[in-house]
């Protein structure tokens, strides 16, 4: 890949990050953050409503979890110890028909642990051209086994897969330590370092570096075009609001897909396959085995050099070459 064509990419996927946050567009209907005990979407949320509020769209929150309105929002639904009927009507109260809302979910764990409710029916239900849907799975919480009493939950597919699905865009948030950490292991061909409950320690719940978001958060995007395409990248958002790409990040020495042949100055790779003048003269002057047969006219067809030497043993009765 040319180097115009390689910065034409980036650009284009810093600009498509910033119409996901901002919610221009309709880019993308259904967010879904994956989000775990070693680093929290709360970070991101705080993106999304400060790039809603710059585009002049509405934030209804429907909070499960959170207690106190986020700054920034038009409207707070308190959805805690509410059947999700009632929490649906309460949202569409709260949609306006003429003007773009961005509506954010604090968590789906208690509609994917209830039963009755039909999650891709209640989801679709609050989407509509002027209303996009953000909503967050917390990946590490289990979830209780399907209930005898309903039947039918027993053949359903589990949330998880079921809602990456449904989803037009998939964002995780990651620690920049712990993948900074990960990052070196394997640039020294090391076993990649585990943290939290993959460790499996006993008392171990939240590892070092867990939701390290002093300086920003390290973002990895799924987005899924209408042409069925997808595009997948690697972001790093700083606290302060600024987008770019993690490879372009001071320290993190990697190259992407398509960058090895091109041997530029200061792309943070750790290998060069490019020559040097010196390099390419030194290599022209080489001479290879056998060059000698290579002098002759064409036309004589191919024939081997060879000298014989004393342990030799030639046979006449063998074929000539």
């Given at each position: 890949?040319?180097?115009?064509?390689l910065h034409?990419?980036r650009?284009?996927?810093i600009?498509?990050l910033h119409?996901?946050?901002?919610?221009?567009?309709a880019?993308?209907?259904?967010?879904l953050?994956?989000d775990?005990?070693?680093?929290?979407?709360?970070p991101?949320?705080r993106h999304?409503?400060?790039?809603a509020?710059a585009?002049?769209?509405d934030v209804v929150?429907?909070?499960w979890?959170?207690?106190?309105?986020?700054t920034g929002?038009?409207a707070?639904?308190?959805?805690r110890?509410k059947?999700p009927?009632?929490?649906?009507?309460?949202?569409?109260?709260n949609?306006?028909a003429?003007?773009?809302?961005l509506?954010?979910l604090?968590t789906?764990?208690?509609?994917?642990t209830h039963?009755p409710?039909?999650?891709?029916?209640?989801?679709s239900?609050l989407?509509s051209?002027?209303a996009?849907l953000?909503a967050?799975?917390?990946?590490?919480i289990?979830l209780?086994?399907p209930?005898?009493?309903?039947?039918?939950?027993?053949?359903?597919p589990?949330p998880?897969?079921?809602?990456s699905y449904l989803a037009?865009?998939?964002?995780t948030?990651?620690?920049?330590s712990q993948?900074?950490a990960?990052?070196?292991?394997?640039?020294?061909s090391?076993p990649e370092?585990?943290f939290?409950l993959a460790?499996?320690?006993d008392?171990?719940?939240?590892?070092?570096?867990?939701?390290?978001?002093g300086?920003?958060v390290?973002?990895?995007?799924?987005y899924?075009?209408?042409?069925?395409r997808g595009?997948?990248?690697?972001?790093?958002?700083?606290?302060g609001?600024?987008?770019g790409l993690?490879v372009d990040?001071?320290?993190?020495?990697g190259r992407?897909?398509?960058?090895?042949?091109e041997?530029?100055?200061?792309?943070g790779?750790?290998f060069?396959?490019g020559?040097?003048?010196?390099?390419?003269?030194d290599?022209e002057g080489?001479?290879?085995p056998y060059?000698?047969?290579?002098k002759g006219?064409?036309?004589?067809?191919g024939?081997?050099?060879y000298d014989?030497g004393?342990?030799?043993?030639?046979?006449?009765?063998?074929?000539?070459?």
């Amino acid at each position: 890949m040319s180097a115009r064509a390689l910065h034409h990419r980036r650009q284009h996927h810093i600009l498509l990050l910033h119409k996901l946050l901002s919610s221009r567009d309709a880019s993308s209907p259904f967010t879904l953050l994956l989000d775990s005990v070693e680093q929290s979407a709360k970070p991101l949320i705080r993106h999304f409503i400060q790039g809603a509020k710059a585009s002049k769209t509405d934030v209804v929150f429907v909070a499960w979890e959170t207690m106190t309105p986020p700054t920034g929002v038009t409207a707070f639904v308190k959805a805690r110890r509410k059947e999700p009927a009632a929490v649906q009507e309460e949202i569409r109260r709260n949609l306006s028909a003429s003007k773009r809302t961005l509506l954010i979910l604090d968590t789906l764990y208690p509609l994917a642990t209830h039963p009755p409710t039909h999650l891709p029916s209640f989801l679709s239900s609050l989407t509509s051209p002027t209303a996009s849907l953000l909503a967050i799975y917390h990946t590490d919480i289990p979830l209780p086994a399907p209930s005898p009493s309903h039947p039918n939950t027993l053949y359903n597919p589990s949330p998880l897969p079921l809602l990456s699905y449904l989803a037009t865009a998939l964002l995780t948030p990651h620690s920049p330590s712990q993948v900074l950490a990960r990052h070196r292991a394997a640039a020294r061909s090391l076993p990649e370092p585990v943290f939290g409950l993959a460790e499996e320690r006993d008392g171990v719940v939240v590892g070092v570096g867990a939701n390290d978001d002093g300086k920003g958060v390290v973002l990895k995007m799924e987005y899924r075009r209408k042409s069925g395409r997808g595009v997948e990248e690697w972001f790093f958002l700083e606290k302060g609001g600024g987008v770019g790409l993690l490879v372009d990040r001071e320290g993190w020495k990697g190259r992407e897909e398509g960058e090895e042949g091109e041997g530029g100055e200061g792309d943070g790779g750790t290998f060069e396959l490019g020559l040097t003048d010196k390099q390419r003269r030194d290599r022209e002057g080489v001479v290879l085995p056998y060059f000698d047969a290579q002098k002759g006219e064409g036309g004589g067809g191919g024939r081997i050099l060879y000298d014989m030497g004393v342990e030799d043993d030639f046979d006449e009765e063998e074929d000539e070459i």
